[in-house]
């Protein structure tokens, strides 16, 4: 049972539904055999497969005797089930796996072998869990001895770079960074002309698709611009996880400052040390305080604190003898500097008192609930509370809520969801004796005191009652999979079940 369970949830979780644009069909359960059906749940496909996933480029994945397959939405089998494993089709390409020779290659839709067969092959997803090709290009691999050597093909299969390098990164508008070995020795390769553009450096790091990049020579960094070099390697470390809105950090005679996209000095070489911009500003230190800087160079907020960061364009953080609180850009002070801490959280920030209680204050700066909360440090934790790529600061955004927890005596805070007006959404009276599972971009899994599992939205409306045994933390454009009764059935946002 454990077997067909995680291979039904990979089979349809890697085969995403485009369902809505494409009027595909629907997985459908009948006893324990599955097919498809439409959406009225009339019979399109037969029930015989073992398992059935939902379409992706108008073909759908299937299992038969344990392999794998295609069927088109009429039904007809476009691949006979003979694969060990077959991800869904991207771009008229199906990855497959072959469990005998441990080998990867890619097939097309009529099931012919379009490109040679790899140790590995570099599966990225995006937001969906869709895989996806990179920039129309796909990293592979074979083994040399012990070791992978790395190469490229294009999205239909041939070889552009063979598989010879010790990395390959940083697939950018038709060039890539490669390290030819364990040593510190980078190049930069022109993927259509495959030719080397720069050769041998200590590092090269591309980190926008415009070719902008950092390169090291002889422990000296410079620039790189449309995928060229225009800044000759003179500092000490320029450091790209600060290389925001146009502004590089750079460090030179042990002092920092910032450049330009075109290598040009912006703002003097003169803090111990600096912040990325952020909304226009930076945060800046001399002599162990901190201030905050605009694009200009001008200083904002005076550099005499203990510690400095930018909420946005008119709210900055600051902390004085173990205190904290919120100027604007004119060094006013609109938050009083006598709590403990300010986290943003996305769509609002979250203030703490000296007692270790939190409220949810706005991007007003308003406090708008009771000091009642705390923190919920788990929700922002990789592989908790849904999918590992959510980020529960844009969800917060795009909702309009803020998470905050209520300590219990659990593991966990009990979750509390609360809507710009501060009022709690969830749990409300009538979810009282309910709590979140998972959360997602549009909606909540919650599980109830009968431990059934239902789905709620974020104004704590329910969508699908807590009947089922288990959900999904994955919908599928309006489509969920669910267990009931010890059976997976898929259902829809109005409740509708696709099996008998």
């Known amino acids: 049972m454990k077997t067909l369970v995680a291979s039904l949830f990979v089979l349809i979780v890697n085969s995403i539904s485009i369902l809505a644009q494409t009027h595909d069909l629907i997985p459908y359960r009948k006893g324990d055999k599955w097919g498809y059906c439409d959406k009225n749940k009339k019979i399109i496909v037969e029930c015989k497969y073992d398992e059935t996933g939902f379409f992706y480029e108008h073909v759908g994945g299937v299992i038969l005797n344990g392999k794998y397959g295609f ?39 009529e099931g012919k072998e379009v490109s ?38 294009d999205k ?28 510190w020795n980078f190049s930069l390769i022109d993927i259509n002309n495959k030719v080397e553009v720069l050769t041998d450096y200590d590092y090269i790091s591309i980190i926008s698709k415009s070719g902008i990049g950092i390169y090291e020579k002889d422990k000296k960094y410079g620039i790189i611009k449309n995928f060229k070099i225009i800044l000759p390697s003179k500092y000490e470390y320029i450091d790209e996880s600060k290389f925001e809105e146009g502004f590089a950090a750079v460090k030179i005679n042990d002092k920092w400052g910032f450049i330009d996209t075109n290598g040009i000095e912006v703002i003097p070489a003169k803090y111990d040390d600096v912040s990325k911009f952020h909304n226009g500003f930076a945060a800046v230190k001399i002599n162990d305080k901190w201030g905050v800087i605009n694009k200009e160079g001008k200083e904002i907020i005076q550099i005499k604190y203990d510690y400095t960061s930018i909420l946005n364009d008119n709210g900055f953080v600051v902390s004085l003898n173990d205190k904290v609180g919120i100027l604007d850009s004119s060094g006013k002070e609109i938050v009083p500097i006598k709590y403990v801490n300010i986290r943003y959280i996305g769509y609002n920030n979250l203030i703490e008192n000296d007692n270790g209680e939190c409220a949810v204050m706005n991007d007003k700066f308003k406090i708008i609930t009771p000091f009642i909360y705390t923190y919920c440090p788990y929700l922002y934790m990789d592989g908790y509370m849904g999918d590992w790529r959510l980020n529960f600061c844009e969800i917060s955004k795009l909702n309009k809520i803020s998470f905050v927890c209520l300590p219990n005596d659990d593991q966990y805070e009990k979750i509390i969801v609360i809507d710009e007006n501060g009022k709690e959404i969830f749990p409300s009276n009538q979810y009282k004796e309910k709590e979140i599972t998972s959360i997602q971009e549009k909606y909540f899994i919650i599980v109830d005191s009968n431990n059934k599992y239902g789905v709620i939205d974020y104004k704590g409306r329910l969508i699908i009652k807590p009947i089922y045994d288990n959900i999904s933390y994955k919908d599928f454009n309006g489509y969920f999979l669910v267990v009931k009764d010890g059976k997976y059935c898929v259902i829809d946002f109005n409740g509708t079940e696709y099996c008998e």
């Open 71 to 109: 069927v088109d939405k009429k039904g007809k089998e476009i691949i006979p089930s003979i694969y060990d494993y077959a991800w869904s089709f991207k771009e008229g390409l199906s990855l497959i796996y072959d469990e005998e020779t441990k080998k990867y290659f890619f097939i097309d839709k």
């Open 116 to 153: 040679q067969k790899y140790d590995y092959v570099e599966v990225e997803r995006d937001r969906e869990r869709n895989w996806i090709i990179t920039e129309n290009f796909i990293v592979v691999g074979n083994k040399e001895y012990t070791e992978l050597n790395f190469g490229i093909i």
């Open 156 to 183: 239909f299969g041939n070889e552009i770079i063979p598989p010879k390098y010790y990395e390959v990164r940083n697939i950018t508008n038709g060039f890539t960074v490669v390290r030819k070995n364990k040593k």
